[in-house]
């Protein structure tokens, strides 16, 4: 039997694949001309307040899409929550332009299932097809080469309980229109604000420029978080804690407490650990947003043998 075979849900080659391409090349080549265009021509407009204050609702919005919805919801299961909410997070998770929500979840349940090992979707050790990878290229296909090989994950096999609820589909089906709207709401809120050349800022700050930083955020964890930074506990990959991550991506950055604890709703287990995505999701419990957090206790959690491998991607067999 193939090693492609061994590895359960992974599609090789075929149409998935050449969507999989197309899709992402659309995702990432959008707002990264936005940006391009913002950094070189579009910064001569100026920044106002509005262009602030509209930045960092979206920023914020897109965020704990991304954190507290795509990840933490929608894949992890980590907490409960009503019809409410479930909206607001996906409405969120279509902001990062990060693809559905389905495959983001297949994508990322497959990514534990095979964590550093051969089938891992985005490891810096190997491909997804197995070939062992430098440091190097490992650390470039880990953070968004591996968005362009022809690999795709099953979602009738790791996301089922997806498949199976109507509002999720929705999302899914009219992705492109709720995609949209990460750029098409700022721009009104801008235009509205301050008329066409607050719109403009808008789009280009509040729009490209913020899904391009989510874009980096997001790709970092699986590439500096799987390379370079603090391993408190064993999980038998190369996941690890970056600080400065976790300030910037709602405690994300704390990859290595979650992959040592996937289903925990809170990452900081230590002290002096910043999570303010679970910080954010204690007050939300207090106020019946959302229930039934999931938190891992510290005597669950076995520390990492060796925090001395800070930095290190090899050894994963
Ligand atoms: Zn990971
Ligand atoms: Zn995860």
Redesign the pocket.
Known sequence: MSTELAIRGMICGGRPGIRKRIENALLIGIPTAGTLYALTAGYRLGITITTVVVFVVFYLWAGLGLSLGLHRYFTHRSFQCGRGMVIWLALGACFTWQGTILRWVADHRR??RY??HRGDVHSPVYTARGRRLTRLRGFLHAHFAWMFDDTTTDPAVYAPDLLRNRLILHFVTFYPLYASLSLVLPTAVGYVVGGATEGLRCLLWAGFVRITLIHHGTWA??SV??SFGRQDFASG?Q?RNVWFLSLLLFGEGL?NN??AAPYSACLDFLPGQSDWGGWILRRFDRLGLVADLKTAALSELTPSPDKSQAGCNVGVE
Request: glycine letters at 0%; aromatic letters at 0%.
């Open positions: 990514h534990h964590h550093d964890i699986n978080c799987h990959d996941s990859h979650h992959h």
